[in-house]
């Protein structure tokens, strides 16, 4: 449950970190490939974006769709050898 809450998250953070790039102005954006509206396009540069969110999203999912870890089991302490009575 614990690892599909951060699984949650991650992906919501980064989808919003993307949203924050695609939609900015930057340098080097590109050429536009596509016109969203008058002063909105995807541009070449976007599509770096929007390939490394896919492959964080990827990289997420497989993470959480893993199965448990199986818990280590906890090794006994060794116990110092029993000293024979001196004669």
Same mark, same amino acid.
């Given at each position: 449950?614990?690892?599909?809450?951060?699984?949650?998250?991650?992906g919501?953070? =980064? *989808?919003?970190?993307?949203?924050? =790039?695609? @939609?900015?102005?930057?340098?080097?954006?590109?050429?536009? =490939?596509? @016109?969203? *509206?008058?002063?909105?396009?995807?541009?070449a540069?976007?599509?770096?974006?929007?390939?490394?969110?896919?492959?964080?999203?990827?990289?997420v999912?497989?993470?959480?769709?893993?199965? +448990?870890?199986? +818990?280590? +089991?906890?090794?006994?302490?060794?116990?110092?050898?029993?000293?024979?009575?001196?004669?």
């Amino acid at each position: 449950m614990l690892r599909w809450l951060c699984a949650l998250v991650c992906g919501g953070v =980064l *989808s919003g970190f993307a949203f924050l =790039l695609v @939609t900015g102005e930057y340098a080097n954006e590109g050429p536009i =490939l596509l @016109t969203v *509206s008058r002063n909105h396009g995807l541009h070449a540069g976007d599509l770096f974006v929007l390939a490394g969110w896919a492959v964080a999203v990827l990289a997420v999912l497989a993470l959480a769709a893993l199965p +448990p870890r199986r +818990p280590v +089991p906890e090794r006994l302490p060794e116990r110092a050898p029993e000293r024979l009575p001196e004669h």
